[in-house]
């Protein structure tokens, strides 16, 4: 019984990263992919893609204060052109590339503490906001 519990955590990622426990939310122009189970203190990333608008130079969005709290940033790669911290979050910001190709930026995370809690990121041109939820266990 003990191992078929095992084998069944470990397939739905309670054990690590699972391909039933990666997500993937879409909205027009944007897409995030995530691991829905993470453990707290170790890090994980989320896959940010941005399509521009035609004509853009730059890409901007926000990951808000409410989910920064309970994580930390280890790094984002491509590193933005720049970024603003403030009371509402971080705005990260990054020139679209030659022909107007998607911005794919990769931000390493690590949970801060076990708990359930929800995460938003907002393309700051158009105010589309991708929400996902993560449970973070010891």
Known sequence: VLMALFLVASAVGLL????????????????????????????????VTVHPREGAENVAFLVPRSYLDKIEVEHALPQP???????????????????GKPVEVVITIRPRKP????????????????EFEQVAYF
């Open 81 to 99: 052109q720049r970024s603003e911290a403030s009371e509402d979050g971080v705005r990260f910001f990054y020139p679209v590339p030659p022909g």
């Open 16 to 47: 690590g990263q699972s391909r039933f426990s990666t997500r993937e939310v879409r909205e027009d122009r944007m897409a995030l992919e995530y691991d829905k189970y993470i453990r707290a203190g170790t890090e994980t990333e989320l896959k």
């Open 115 to 130: 708990g359930r809690f929800r995460g938003l990121v907002t393309e700051l041109s158009s105010s589309r906001t991708l």
